[in-house]
DNA sequence: CGGCCTTTGTCCTGGGTGAGGAGAAAGTCG
DNA sequence: CGACTTTCTCCTCACCCAGGACAAAGGCCG
């Protein structure tokens, strides 16, 4: 099943790979456009690429006045494979060489159950979109998992989340079984390089990307390169402080974010008020599903449901309260906001504004839009794709 | 007074100049082992340098088991000047080529006299350090203001704490007095250049520098590189919230960490707690000198004055708690606290690091040395002479 | 003190690279 | 249909640079 041994040769060809992969089908001259080599050089550096087969040619271009040009694309057979695993779900993803989503499966699963379980699942849901005709074999994979990540070796680290995960060889091991090149990273690092290729944040060099799930994480981004922290555990923001003496939460210590607000949080408190009876429309819904989710607020909010509304609000509140301090400390040029709670939209989003806008400095938030992710769902495949695209589309 | 119009004609050359800057005198085939090139590249590149003046021959090297090799190091006569602006005084060095600093003037003087009032002062400064014998000239400046900087023009922008200085071209204008290049940044970042070059923070790569002086601000390093934010505001840390509904802070909001620690708060706490008949020590040192500063409660606090140490206590706290949050978010490898109020010493940093250790995950902690800077008075000024020196040091 | 080894520095050459000109091919526009 | 534009290929020439050969300079040991 190995696919894909070529690979750049230097930089250039690496640039060309990721100038084709991010622009498209492309023709030799606008290429010659964009990278500053001499007319000969170019040539021969594509003619390399088109000998190695990562490129291929893709008929003529349109015309910009004069003769017309021979289109270059990549290979249309290559194939990547995005996983994102999250807390409570998994979502596998088959895209080509320019990161386009081909096809994708979502099956909840709770990622406690270990690595051995998530794995077998993975591996039969990347089989399946393999069987449907998507795929014939993955010329590599990224995959993201909700906790930190040594980089460079592929391997979770302490994840307070999935402590069975603690060391696991998950870069080795899904490279075994695919028989192809893997990257691994923490789940919100994906998801923002996934805007930062896909959606919102393209064209952005510096900025943040907050993912608030059943837990809360943050994607750094900085010149354009994701930041990870010297242990990998850059981002982690659940755990900031924002009530003194607040909640207790499973790490320990009270008033953490992640206690007051995050998926989990706002699925208690909205059971909490169901049960004390300051909310029919809840107490409605639990009575039907047994649980509340965060679905389930979403729901209720947009059906007018004042408790629901004030639980988001709050909610937004800390976060934006987190989002400010981070605003001054980084002044990013965009925050991006994603994860399973965007379902509460625009409630969330108003709350966290009004708190950013409100707390911090003018000359940080003075052009700063904070808005929601582009990508949904896609946006962690897309960035897996695009992690190990980054990887096999550089010098070796 | 021009000087140096020499610059590094490539890459090479300025990976050459930035190792005798930081290695001091070295030998060719030292720098040979360190560059990865051909002894003949490395011998042309050499002469060439040695051929602008740049660089000089500096006698015979220590033998290595063989024939000597001939030593060549930076010119002696170069010449940087590093300008300190801080709130309410001025720093300004000479420093040779490897940014050892040969000689130092610190002035009291209050930043809201305006950019025309320094400005003199700071030519005054240099004019003396020139007239000492220490320099016939500069090649380059670095200056740093208590500000946000539009760092490639070399502008403060909406600086708080100094509005005369909103939009003055402080780059151009000392460039013209000086008749040399300079760079400008905003204090902090240069303060952790300063211990990045020649203090604690020598090679680690991702730090945070937390000055804490009549404000509070922080400079972050990013793979080696000060990150400045896109609109040069990175940083700015004083006015996230610690305490909400907290005290009224210049800016217009509550509960700022400066409105509650900083040099400035200090002061003003330490004088209502002697009149408020707390702390005889305190008291006695305000009957004398009609106002108290940091310095004075530092005194106390070292003479055992328990009001005074509960208020460095309580100071640390607050930075802590904000230095937690910013351990937990960027993961750095090492903290380095300095400005004014480093004569606070070991209280403060215990009360930090306790505050640290206890509020941030010990996966971001475990391996975190929380330490005072090194440089003291001269970190500003080293960053300032490194700043401008990166600047000249590279292919032009 | 004298051979032998190590290190350093210089010279030279051969392979490789890449910039840019010339000109052919392919289109557009009037 | 002809003049102009754009694209692409070929070719040449200058430059660069890695590495070998060799000379110079010094240490080490008997």
Redesign the pocket.
């Known amino acids: 099943m190995r696919r894909m041994t070529a690979r750049p040769a230097?930089a250039?060809q690496a640039r060309l790979l990721r100038l084709l992969r991010d622009g498209g089908p492309n023709?030799?001259?606008?290429l010659?456009d964009q990278v500053?080599?001499?007319?000969?050089?170019?040539?021969?550096?594509?003619?390399r690429l088109l000998e190695t087969g990562l490129v291929v040619a893709d008929g003529?271009?349109a015309?910009?006045?004069?003769?017309?040009?021979?289109?270059i694309r990549l290979a249309p057979g290559l194939r990547f494979l995005g996983v994102d695993i999250g807390a409570t779900s998994v979502d596998v993803a088959v895209t080509n060489a320019e990161l386009e989503v081909l096809g994708h499966l979502n099956q909840p699963m709770d990622v406690r159950e270990g690595p051995v379980a998530v794995f077998e699942q993975v591996l039969a849901m990347a089989a399946k979109l393999r069987a449907s005709g998507l795929a014939e074999g993955f010329d590599g994979a990224g995959i993201g998992v909700p906790g930190p990540v040594r980089f460079p070796e592929g391997v979770p680290v302490a994840p307070p989340i999935m402590p069975g995960w603690d060391g696991f060889p998950v870069r080795e091991a899904l490279s075994q079984e695919l028989g192809c090149p893997v990257m691994v990273d923490n789940d919100v690092n994906l998801m923002a390089m996934g805007e930062q290729h896909a959606g919102v944040a393209r064209s952005v060099g510096d900025f943040l990307c907050v993912k608030i799930g059943t837990g809360i994480g943050c994607g750094i981004v900085v010149g354009g390169e994701v930041h990870r922290g010297v242990t990998g555990s850059a981002g982690d923001i659940g755990h900031i402080q924002v009530v003194p003496d607040g909640r207790p939460c499973a790490c320990g210590n009270r008033g953490c974010l992640e206690a007051h607000f995050s998926g989990a949080a706002l699925a208690r408190d909205a059971e909490d008020a169901a049960r004390g009876g300051h909310s029919a429309e809840l107490a409605a819904r639990l009575e039907g599903a047994g649980r509340l989710t965060a679905a389930d607020v979403a729901a209720a909010a947009s059906a007018g449901d004042a408790t629901s509304l004030e639980l988001i609000r709050e909610g937004g509140n800390h976060v934006g309260q987190v989002i400010a301090a981070l605003v001054s400390f980084f002044n990013p040029g965009l925050v991006v906001i994603g994860g399973g709670v965007t379902g509460l939209g625009h409630t969330l989003l108003a709350s966290v504004r009004t708190q950013v806008y409100r707390t911090s400095l003018p000359l940080a938030t003075g052009n700063l839009p904070i808005v929601l992710g582009e990508l949904g769902q896609l946006a962690g495949v897309t960035g897996a794709a695009r992690l190990i695209s980054d990887h096999l589309f550089s010098p070796a």
């Open positions: 230097n250039h023709s030799r001259a606008q010659g500053d080599l001499s007319r000969s050089k170019l040539a021969v550096e594509v003619d003529l271009a015309s910009r006045g004069g003769r017309r040009s021979h289109n």
